[in-house]
């Protein structure tokens, strides 16, 4: 398989690839490559992170006294840091790299937070779980999660006094799209999905006293509908396929959308509704290695920062500082703008998000030193300039980065090959003359200049 | 522009510059001699209960409705014989007894829809409620009459659609000085050096250019303008008070922006709705009170309108959970010195005549707000903006 080819592969299935492995897989064929993404994810590792006090806290009593509501939150709280730092290491580090990149894409699908962090959890794994598998069983296994009932207010939605929430946002932004359902099947579904709920440990419950067992009708149908059903229902209608292949191709693909490519997919996906079929033939297809597809979307942060800790990994000693840094980037995991989730594409960029994304590398790896030495000359002023820099930041910004994983895996790498490898989209023209006046000083220095393009924000 | 401030305009220019293209230029001459409006939005993030805002006290109906939820008669602070405020809302009265308040009831657009974010975008973008628009009212804005991304700021860390144009976008800042502390490596100054009009243009690469280059001057300018000014004024201490304390700061050392963003979120009341809005509704009025007094104390208060809205209202009937669900029309708040029609602009929604849901049916749309504050108070042509005409309305 053509080594620009997997490059582009391992951008859109992954985080990037180290010259290693892209060299081991440039033997194989393009099948094979595919083949071996799939078969490397078809286990799923659960994410946990310790939440004994919490769970003896949940399991321990029928009702919750205020005191340990509040020791409950406060934990909560606490540990959903422990959680979102967890989540970025498994990106970085991740066993099932396909399964990883296809539950980020999902957790911005059937978007949800929750103050519980067991519950959140327990929502992350199930998104990890269903990731490659059924459509149906995965949004029957959403509608019934602790988290989703809580945060679109199923929990509230009772036979007296219906709660559309959830009922609403199911079709608008899970499975149909705004404008492909009435108001009437928002108020009809709301009853089916009465009685949803779950105990404390996090398990669905159904209450049956609240459930509304009357006849509704629901596009067009009728009948003593449950949640089930009104899931059955909706996937019956092509617009659903349609939705999700759009939303696949905007995230693996391209964001603007190419009818003929979607047309084709949903007729791959509306048969079964299986999602791996879908991917394999989405990354098997000609058009995906088109060149108005490689190299031209916009990294989202979380792409951006794990691709940058792939290159050259970094540890915060504070962990609050990787969510910081995420929230002014503008995607902290596991905290969601809104049910929508995050638009994406050019909307991760404006005047401040470009700032602190040309700064990061630098900031992060390099004592926020960009070297501007121009050909022939030594480079005098670097010492100095990293040496202020720890003095002033240094205690107040504690990281680790290891430079000698990057030496390691780029040693056969000649330096002036560095940019095939560190960046996918062409370099802009003044760019590369301004880059060609510079000199080289070494692969580490060399590749931060790279890193701190606006080409380094494509993938 | 009116007729009255087309002369007072004119006779302060030597006529011997009044041609076209000279226009632009002469208005910020005249900015700065005759004050230099400036408009600051309010949004009440996830949709704030109007009725429990503006309470309709005399009215059986609304009790009807919110037995457990409606606010009782003797908490609220009076307007008149039919509506009054929110008991958090004391800072307000004030604004109103003053003639600083003008409130807007019954405003929203046709079709509404019920989902946060399609409604945010609805507002934002001033398009109908079923079209798409990936630019806002306030980035068309700063298209056709804005040069700089600073001329529309969001006093925040991220920027809403509503200040993203087709070819520039505004800005976000919180800290003027952190933002231009990271961009001062010549590094990006020489990638930005040469830039031709055709790479620019390129999809998303030319984009990400772009913004940098733009984003470069903005930082510099708004930082080195802005830190001539402290305010000295105490706000509340919460990050909606600095806010409000950032923008004064920025409005009084004379920055050129024409329109400022802020917002309040956690409106969203399904569940328990009393205390959660009361303790909004308390820091909403208590920073915007200080933000007046802040402005007056400048003399930039007469120079400055403020706009207060959320992207709808909620529904009239209580829910199970002593709270409210997603509803339609809901009020806007307009305050500034000198209005045209100061205290209550219009008539309540009628509680009695609901839509099929169950909620208000709107009076006004607010792009006729949108399109009064373009024409009347940024005097500009508000049809270009909105991509069609709408009515004017007298509040200022």
Redesign the interface.
Known sequence: MKVNYIQHLYWRAGFGILPNQLHALAKKKKEEVIDGLFENSKKTTPLKIDTAEIDSILSGETKISSENQKRLQQLSREKTIDLNVAWVNRLINPSELLREKMTLFWANVFVCEDNNVVYIQQFNNMLRQHALGNFKEFVNAVSKEAAMTKYL?TK?N?K??P???FA??LM??FTLG??HYT?NDIKESAKAFTGYSHNFNGEFVFRRYTHDASIKTFFGKTGNFNGEDIIDIILEQKQCAKFICEKIYRYFVN?ALNETHIKQMVDVFYKDYNIETLMRFVFSSDWFYNPENIG???KSPIEFLVGLNVLVPVQFNNPRQLLYIQ??L?QTLLDPP???GWKG???W????????R??LPSILLNDAY?S?TELGESDDMMAVKKSAFKNTYGRKFKIQHDWETFNKNFKDVNVKDLQDYILL?EL????SS?LNSLSKVSKKEYGI?LM????Y??C | MDRRKFLKQSSLASSLFFVPSFVKAFEQVASSSLGYKRLVIIQLSGGNDGLNTVIPFRNDLYYKERPTLGIPKNEVINLNDELGLHSSLMPLKRLYDNGYLSIINNVGYPNPVRSHFRSMDIWQTATDSNKFSQTGWLGRYLDNYGKQPYNVIEVDDTLSLALKGENINGIATQDAKSLFNLLRDPYFKNLGKHQNDAHLSEHNLGYLYKTMIEAQSSAKYIYETSKTVTSKKEYPNNKFGNQLKTTAQFINSGLETKVFYTSLSGFDTHVNQLNAQKRLLKIYAESVEAFVEDLKANNTFKDTLVLTFSEFGRRVNQNASVGTDHGTANNVFVIGDNLKKQGVYNNMASLSDLDDNGDLKFEIDFRTIYATVLNKWLVVDDSKILNRSFNQMNFI
Do not use: F, H
């Open positions: 207010n509230q009772k007296q006094k709660n559309e929430n609403r946002e608008e932004l705004e404008g108001e964001d031209t979307k916009i929230k002014q503008g809104n049910v929508a594409g050019k909307s960029i404006d005047s401040n998000t470009i700032v602190l040309l700064k960009i501007k989209s802009n023209p003044e760019a301004y200049q701190s393009l606006p080409e924000q494509m």
